[in-house]
């Protein structure tokens, strides 16, 4: 393949995002291009005093059936097709009376942007364009001698070659916009089967489809040597991928794991009943708690684990104030995301050059239905979203003992985080805060253990006389196989606990519950998280 330049003499333009649709057009009438187009693109283009020719007018045949039959037709499709140095080809149009077409500027009914907004049935599959990729596909197949664009962001760069070339485009930009192209018509169709296989509550399609825009290219991956991107999919859901970036640096393929990581955690609680803010460092958090105000939660969280808590993110599920900005000012820290931040609080925080502060204007659901994909060698593993909350499960008290209503609280507040921590997870939470976290742990045992140390050790930094696991609650994600984890909760001080339950050693756990005094309620759901 050689850059040889192509002429633009003819161009065909269908648009739904009529961004900058007059001025390209005016930019390549200019030009001597022949401008052909369609429906309400047309409309525009004549109203805006640029000569437009009507598709019609090149196929002879009408539009009809509400504009669903527009360009599906040989005049269209074959003047994309053919390739102009094939002598066949060039017989076969002439004999037709087909005239070839250059340039193709098409983007696509707003499928994705309908079904977002909630739309019902009828009016999402009206919004499924049919010719629109049946044309572009046919384009960008024949980049060796058609040009075609389907996003406004590439008018520019367009205009830019037929300036460089005298109304002509090089192979290496037809080449690129090709394979923009095929990825443009590839995301939409899977859109459009996502959206099928959602109406039919089918869990399992026969094909998985998966797709995304590029946010942004990024400086490496989880590590140097590996190279990253970071995609927005359709999904309309509040987080690191809808944020808008008030100040700091670029956010790094560890900075948005974590930040989705804390801001899915604390979106489990409900702003309007309370304020919260949870610590995350390495997808896990080290600190997360509730209070009546986010500078207190935020005081509450950091107390649990203060040493973890150094270069962490912070999320909150409030507007951030100036007050909880200047404590958090205070330490280390990479990445704040909240749904929105004052004035102030952003002026207390500009003085941190380098640390970013995220808005997402509002917060994830924690029961809103969705997917988790999951790669692994050779597939995919795709899972429905963990939307279970612990305000919806049937609390079951399995102990002689039941928790008084200031252990319940703290028992939903344990189960509640440890939803949200890497398995075996176990939570110890006194006073609606966190006070020791073991995470991510091959046996639960040492989970208990750890979280339980990680307690001792926030208790003698800040001088305590004893941990804070005296007097706990301790949440398990899982079942507890043995007593051996429950034992080490218990003489850590903890006099709650709650778990799935479900493991066939429950009576002899249960059994010494009632032996140490302690309740234990069962949720029936678990929370594995890998």
Known sequence: ???????????????????????????????????????????????????????????????????????????????????????????????????????????????????????????????????????????????????????????????AELERHTGSTTLALRQKLAAKAYARTAAYDAGIANWFAAQLADPAPPYRTVAGRLIEALRYGENPHQSAAFYRTGEPRPGVATVRQLQGKQLSYNNINDTDAAYECVAEFDPARTAACALIKHANPCGVAEADNLLDAYRKALACDPVSASGGIVAVNRTLDAETARAIAKIFTEVIIAPDATPEAIAVLAAKKNLRL????????????????????????????????????????????????????????????????????????????????????????????IGARKALDAAQAAGLTEPLTRGSVVASDAFFPFTDGLLVAIEAGATAAIQPGGSVRDEEVIRAADEHGIAMVFTGTRHFRH
């Open 1 to 159: 393949m050689t850059d040889a330049l192509c002429k633009i003499s003819r161009a065909l333009i269908s648009v739904s995002d009529k961004s900058g649709l007059i001025e390209l057009a005016r930019a390549l009438a200019a030009r001597g291009i022949e401008i052909v187009s369609t429906g309400g693109t047309r409309a525009a283009l004549a109203q805006a005093g640029i000569a437009v020719r009507d598709v019609a007018e090149l196929t002879g045949f009408p539009e009809m059936m509400d504009g669903r039959i527009k360009t599906l037709h040989p005049k269209v499709h074959g003047g994309l097709l053919a390739i102009r140095r094939n002598a066949a080809h060039a017989a076969a149009l002439a004999e037709q009376g087909i005239a070839t077409i250059d340039l193709l500027v098409v983007n696509l009914y707003p499928f994705e942007e309908t079904v977002a907004r909630g739309a019902d049935a009828e009016t999402c599959v009206e919004n499924i364009d049919i010719g629109g990729p049946a044309m572009i596909r046919a384009a960008a197949k024949n980049h060796q001698d058609v040009t075609v664009v389907v996003e406004p962001q590439d008018y520019a760069p367009l205009l």
């Open 358 to 449: 995220l808005v997402a204007g509002g917060l994830p659901d924690p029961r809103a239905a969705g997917l988790a994909v999951k790669s692994v060698a050779g597939g995919l593993l795709v899972q429905s979203r963990d939307n279970a909350v612990v305000d919806d499960v049937q609390m079951k008290v399995v102990t002689r003992r039941a928790p008084t209503n200031a252990e319940l609280a703290d028992l939903a507040f344990a189960f509640r985080v440890a939803k949200h921590v890497k398995s075996n997870a176990i939570v110890y939470a006194k006073d609606r805060a966190t006070v020791g976290i073991g995470a991510g742990q091959m046996s639960r045992v040492d989970a208990s253990r």
